[in-house]
């Protein structure tokens, strides 16, 4: 195990031996829609029927097909036409000369030439109706042109006003607001378990233009139509289509090139993003390797998403103007062509892509700022507002993000496992590790399995241990400490104490940091626990009294915090199990009419986890699930003062106080939290408001708020003035064991603090 400088490591004075129940984890992977903030490629369809061991099978490589595919678009009736000639590889045709595809079921398919036989097999659906063929050809032949033509035109869904957040998607549409098709659009031939290259010629009317994959992209304009050629003959997934009404900006002669296009002409935001482009893949391509494509660019969709598809990115219009995206979702999506978008995820084992890229993009940006330790906090406190017991499932069950509960999971407890991996290995191993990994699985699918034999071969170090417990298991480890003290030893002092996993499943192996402040000295003593049993005793000789012990103080493991680490926030109440929304019935007639509308709409969203009550209907709130509290005049809204009260708020009869800010009641909506008087598991919040015109902006935009206690609206259409967090005042892994003139417990000062991992590159 490597250590940071300034770290020891302690003596462990008694320990119970741990078995570790190693298993065979066997999956099965059905069709599925596509999750939100990642296009369709993340969520891979097909039933695979065969039982696997995750760990110890090997990866084969994918066939490919080449297509050369001419289509016609008529965005305005939602109309295709295409013409599809197929090059097979040898393999893929079976005995009898017959090969299998699906397309979607609303082309009408003919088959060019009379020296093959088409046979329908049957309709399914897999988001959209998929049609399947099975082709006899001649012997020797492996090229066939397909015709087909029809409509493409699947509705965006997901409800906006949703109790939680839900984001818009559709699996395929050819519409006048644009075009967007995917693989599993099924709007070209596709063949199971291949891989494809493609050249794409795409006409459409003037003043529209065709992004795919690859490069080229040129356009020629004649008798009333644009086409645009793009072709890519490095082995893709599946092959992208999206066109609109678009602008092209691009920096001239840089490798690879740096594109944008957007729906409306805006020089000034292209130009920020081409330079963000030539920033962002230099710094990954100096830290993993080349970048594998010839371009990147940014295309401005015509509804609000954040999808990454090999050599481009497809986000929303406001998506792209909100001005920390450049800084956090743009290079999420550029680093996806390394992981995800040219080393794929297999079929087997768990999608391991978007939480590797969340740790090297989310994560490495925040190190880089030195707010590396608060992200982890905030990874873990979504893990525990939206991941309970019942939800939990292990990393090898997560294909792709549907919801907050399976974005906990598979972006941020995998961002952990890295994170406690490059702990675990060092800076220059891991990324010399990453490298490995790269280089040998470009465009060939991976799993977790294949992450372990690229690490195991760099590091020499045996990571079943790490990968069994973190990949395979469900659940977290729990952390207390207990029995903490120090004496005086001759001219040392010792501190004592007890570290102790809690919760009801196996214990894990863990590498737990703890920071040990002395009376006399600015910087603490770091050290690590190795606790790989329910509890171990350690024992630390210091050079003066310790006044301060912090457990796990950068957040470094993975783990379920203690509710008394992290805030009360928003993210308590969308990610609770069971909800009461408590409406005030002597609110204004019409406001009041709105809370309640939103109550529905919430409860209706949530099935039978959420209910509502009018305020006069309750004698007392209930203290076995979290609360909210809508309005001014709600009879309860004095226990939310009550709860809030160690923090720095206060309420009066019509405004309130938070921090510095005083909210008025007539101005201004308001958003509070705090821990349920009665149970701290559980949250409480008050949300009031007297604008029934703002109440469709709040529905809207509070789930983008989890992490905060406290909110701030103005004006109808609601704009947030103010946001933050309450304080940590009383942690369980954050004990003193005396006082220190000029420090204080919530000192940012006493967090440890480690280079970012950039800072291999130096």
Not at 452 to 468: C, N, Q, T
Not at 658 to 671: F, L, Y
């Amino acid at each position: 195990m490597t250590l940071y400088p300034g770290w020891a490591v302690i003596r462990v004075i008694q320990s119970q031996s741990v078995i570790q129940n190693s298993k065979m984890v066997f999956t099965s992977l059905e069709d599925a829609s596509q999750g939100a903030g990642k296009p369709a490629r993340t969520v891979l369809a097909g039933f695979l029927g065969a039982a696997i061991l995750v760990f110890n099978t090997p990866i084969i490589a994918a066939p490919v097909i080449h297509h050369d595919l001419d289509l016609s678009l008529d965005p305005k009736n939602g109309q295709l036409i295409g013409r599809d000639t197929v090059t097979l590889p040898d393999k893929l045709i079976t005995d009898r000369h017959e090969v299998s595809f699906s397309l979607h079921a609303g082309l009408h398919l003919t088959l060019e030439g009379g020296q093959f036989e088409l046979m329908p097999l049957g309709v399914s659906h897999i988001g959209v109706p998929v049609q399947r063929y099975r082709l006899r050809l001649a012997p020797g032949n492996r090229r066939f042109t397909l015709r087909y033509t029809g409509a493409i035109q699947h509705r965006l869904a997901g409800p906006d006003d949703a109790y939680g957040k839900t984001e818009r998607a559709t699996p395929g549409a050819i519409s006048a607001d644009g075009v967007y098709l995917t693989g599993q659009s099924y709007w070209y031939p596709h063949f199971a378990d291949t891989l494809s290259t493609f050249s794409l010629e795409v006409a459409l009317p003037v003043g529209w233009r065709a992004v795919s994959q690859g490069s080229n992209g040129q356009v020629a304009v004649s008798a009333g139509v644009a086409r645009t050629r793009w072709h890519e003959l490095k082995p893709q997934e599946e092959i992208y289509l999206v066109a609109g009404r678009y602008h092209e900006y691009r920096h001239e002669n840089t490798e690879p090139a740096a594109l944008v296009f957007l729906r409306s002409p805006d020089a000034a935001l292209a130009t920020k993003y081409l330079d963000a482009t030539q920033r962002y893949v230099e710094l990954y391509s100096r830290l993993l390797g080349s970048y594998p494509y010839k371009k990147f660019a940014l295309v401005e969709n015509f509804w609000e998403t954040g999808y990454g598809m090999p050599s481009f990115t497809l986000l929303g219009p406001q998506v792209m103007r909100l001005p920390f995206i450049i800084h956090s979702s743009y290079p999420h999506e550029i680093l996806h062509n390394w992981w995800g978008n040219s080393v794929y995820v297999a079929k087997r084992g768990g999608n391991w892509s978007e939480g590797l890229t969340a740790y090297l993009a989310d994560h490495l940006l925040a190190e880089q700022g030195g707010r590396g330790a608060e992200y982890r906090r905030g990874t873990l406190q979504r893990y525990a507002d939206y991941a309970g017991d019942a939800r939990d499932t292990a990393l090898t069950d997560f294909w792709g993000r549907h919801d907050e509960t399976s974005q906990a999971i598979g972006y941020g407890k995998a961002l952990m496992f890295f994170h406690m991996l490059r702990l675990r290995l060092g800076d220059e191993v891991f990324v010399r590790a990453l490298r490995h990994f790269y280089r040998t699985y470009q465009f060939r699918a991976a799993s977790y399995s294949d992450i372990r034999r690229a690490f195991e071969a760099v590091s020499g170090a045996d990571l079943s241990a790490e990968f069994i417990q973190w990949v395979e298991r469900t659940g977290a480890p729990r952390l207390q400490v207990d029995k903490l003290h120090a004496h005086r030893d001759g001219d040392t002092h010792r501190l004592v104490g007890v570290l102790k996993q809690t919760q009801s499943g196996p214990s894990y192996k863990l590498s737990v940091s703890v920071a040990v402040y002395l009376e006399d000295e600015a910087q603490p003593l770091r050290t690590n626990v190795i606790l790989d049993a329910r509890e171990n005793r350690f024992e630390v000789s210091l050079r003066s009294r310790p006044w301060l012990v912090l457990i796990d103080p950068e957040f470094d493991v993975f783990r379920r915090l203690d509710r008394r680490e992290i805030p009360p926030s928003l993210g308590q109440l969308f990610g609770a199990e069971r909800v009461l929304i408590v409406v005030p019935a002597r609110a204004p007639a019409q406001v009041r009419e709105r809370y309640r509308d939103l109550a529905e709409r919430w409860a209706q969203g949530a099935g039978d986890n959420i209910h509502w009550r009018w305020d006069n209907t309750l004698e007392t709130l209930p203290s076995d699930r979290s609360v909210w509290l809508f309005g001014w005049t709600n009879r309860f809204r004095s226990k939310l003062a009550s709860a809030a009260s160690k923090y720095h708020f206060s309420l009066a009869h019509d405004s309130v106080s938070v921090g510095d800010r005083a909210v008025t009641r007539s101005a201004e909506a308001v958003v509070i939290t705090a821990r349920h008087p009665r149970d701290g598991a559980y949250a409480i919040a008050w949300l009031a408001c007297d604008s029934p015109a703002a109440f469709t902006g709040l529905a809207r935009k509070l789930p983008h708020y989890g992490k905060y206690s406290y909110l701030v609206f103005e004006g109808d259409d609601p704009r947030n003035v103010l946001k933050g967090q309450w304080p940590v005042i009383d942690s369980p892994l954050r004990v003193k064991l005396g006082q220190k003139s000029g420090a204080t417990v919530s000192d940012s000062r006493l967090r440890p603090h480690r280079p970012p991992l950039t800072a291999v590159l130096k």
